[in-house]
Protein backbone atom coordinates (compact mmCIF):
# COMPACT_ATOMS: atom_id res chain seq x y z
CA UNK A 1 0.00 0.00 0.00
CA UNK A 2 2.96 2.33 0.36
CA UNK A 3 3.95 2.05 -3.09
CA UNK A 4 2.18 1.43 -6.48
CA UNK A 5 -1.05 -0.20 -7.24
CA UNK A 6 -2.66 -2.71 -5.76
CA UNK A 7 -2.51 -6.33 -7.34
CA UNK A 8 -5.85 -8.67 -8.02
CA UNK A 9 -5.26 -12.29 -8.06
CA UNK A 10 -7.89 -14.07 -9.80
CA UNK A 11 -9.14 -17.12 -11.13
CA UNK A 12 -8.84 -18.27 -14.83
CA UNK A 13 -12.21 -20.64 -14.92
CA UNK A 14 -13.59 -23.91 -17.11
CA UNK A 15 -15.97 -21.42 -18.88
CA UNK A 16 -12.73 -18.33 -19.97
CA UNK A 17 -11.32 -21.59 -21.79
CA UNK A 18 -14.34 -22.72 -23.51
CA UNK A 19 -15.22 -19.11 -24.62
CA UNK A 20 -11.82 -19.36 -26.62
CA UNK A 21 -12.22 -22.97 -27.72
CA UNK A 22 -12.80 -23.59 -31.66
CA UNK A 23 -16.11 -23.28 -33.45
CA UNK A 24 -15.72 -25.59 -35.88
CA UNK A 25 -13.68 -28.48 -37.51
CA UNK A 26 -11.42 -25.34 -38.99
CA UNK A 27 -10.33 -23.50 -36.00
CA UNK A 28 -8.33 -24.88 -32.75
CA UNK A 29 -8.47 -21.68 -30.60
CA UNK A 30 -10.37 -18.46 -30.66
CA UNK A 31 -8.37 -15.64 -30.11
CA UNK A 32 -10.74 -12.94 -28.81
CA UNK A 33 -14.28 -12.27 -27.95
CA UNK A 34 -16.10 -9.64 -29.69
CA UNK A 35 -15.52 -6.83 -27.03
CA UNK A 36 -12.68 -5.38 -25.35
CA UNK A 37 -11.95 -7.78 -22.04
CA UNK A 38 -13.08 -4.95 -20.36
CA UNK A 39 -16.41 -5.19 -21.38
CA UNK A 40 -16.90 -8.78 -21.21
CA UNK A 41 -18.42 -10.34 -18.73
CA UNK A 42 -14.91 -12.04 -17.21
CA UNK A 43 -12.46 -9.50 -18.38
CA UNK A 44 -9.00 -10.12 -18.14
CA UNK A 45 -9.46 -14.08 -17.45
CA UNK A 46 -10.33 -14.75 -20.81
CA UNK A 47 -6.86 -12.93 -22.63
CA UNK A 48 -5.21 -15.06 -19.68
CA UNK A 49 -6.75 -18.05 -20.66
CA UNK A 50 -6.10 -17.67 -25.00
CA UNK A 51 -2.48 -17.30 -23.64
CA UNK A 52 -2.43 -20.49 -21.34
CA UNK A 53 -4.02 -22.37 -24.26
CA UNK A 54 -1.94 -21.39 -27.17
CA UNK A 55 1.15 -21.65 -25.65
CA UNK A 56 0.15 -25.37 -23.96
CA UNK A 57 0.58 -24.19 -20.47
CA UNK A 58 -2.67 -26.21 -19.64
CA UNK A 59 -0.44 -29.45 -19.71
CA UNK A 60 1.66 -28.12 -17.14
CA UNK A 61 -0.92 -27.52 -14.23
CA UNK A 62 -1.80 -28.85 -10.75
CA UNK A 63 -1.30 -32.55 -11.10
CA UNK A 64 1.04 -32.96 -13.66
CA UNK A 65 4.53 -34.02 -13.81
CA UNK A 66 6.06 -30.90 -14.87
CA UNK A 67 4.51 -28.52 -13.82
CA UNK A 68 5.44 -24.33 -14.88
CA UNK A 69 4.52 -21.47 -12.65
CA UNK A 70 2.45 -19.01 -14.94
CA UNK A 71 2.00 -15.52 -13.95
CA UNK A 72 -0.37 -13.26 -16.56
CA UNK A 73 -0.37 -9.50 -15.82
CA UNK A 74 -3.58 -7.56 -17.66
CA UNK A 75 -1.81 -3.98 -17.80
CA UNK A 76 -5.06 -2.53 -19.61
CA UNK A 77 -5.83 -0.27 -17.24
CA UNK A 78 -2.57 1.21 -17.63
CA UNK A 79 -2.59 2.00 -21.30
CA UNK A 80 -4.09 5.30 -21.01
CA UNK A 81 -6.43 6.91 -23.76
CA UNK A 82 -4.57 6.02 -27.04
CA UNK A 83 -2.74 7.26 -28.67
CA UNK A 84 -1.35 8.93 -25.59
CA UNK A 85 1.66 7.87 -23.13
CA UNK A 86 0.76 4.94 -21.10
CA UNK A 87 1.20 4.89 -17.07
CA UNK A 88 2.99 1.79 -16.93
CA UNK A 89 0.94 0.95 -13.51
CA UNK A 90 1.91 -2.10 -12.87
CA UNK A 91 6.11 -1.36 -12.85
CA UNK A 92 6.32 0.25 -9.55
CA UNK A 93 4.05 -2.73 -7.57
CA UNK A 94 6.58 -4.73 -9.37
CA UNK A 95 9.63 -3.37 -8.44
CA UNK A 96 8.70 -3.11 -4.66
CA UNK A 97 8.20 -6.50 -4.39
CA UNK A 98 10.80 -7.77 -6.74
CA UNK A 99 13.83 -4.96 -6.99
CA UNK A 100 13.79 -2.93 -3.95
CA UNK A 101 13.87 -5.80 -1.38
CA UNK A 102 17.53 -6.76 -3.12
CA UNK A 103 18.71 -3.06 -3.11
CA UNK A 104 18.28 -3.05 0.39
CA UNK A 105 15.27 -1.06 0.60
CA UNK A 106 12.51 -1.67 3.98
CA UNK A 107 9.07 -0.97 2.66
CA UNK A 108 7.80 -2.03 6.01
CA UNK A 109 9.66 0.74 8.14
CA UNK A 110 7.66 3.77 9.62
Not at 56 to 76: F, M, R, S, V, W
Request: hydrophobic content about 30%; charged content about 20%; aromatic content about 6%.
Amino acid sequence: EKLGDMFEVSTVRAEDYKAHAGRNEYEDILQCQTGPSTGVSRGHQGPAAFLTLTSGLEKHGNGCEQQLKYTHIDIAASSGSYPGIPTGAPILGLCAKYVLPRCGANLHEK
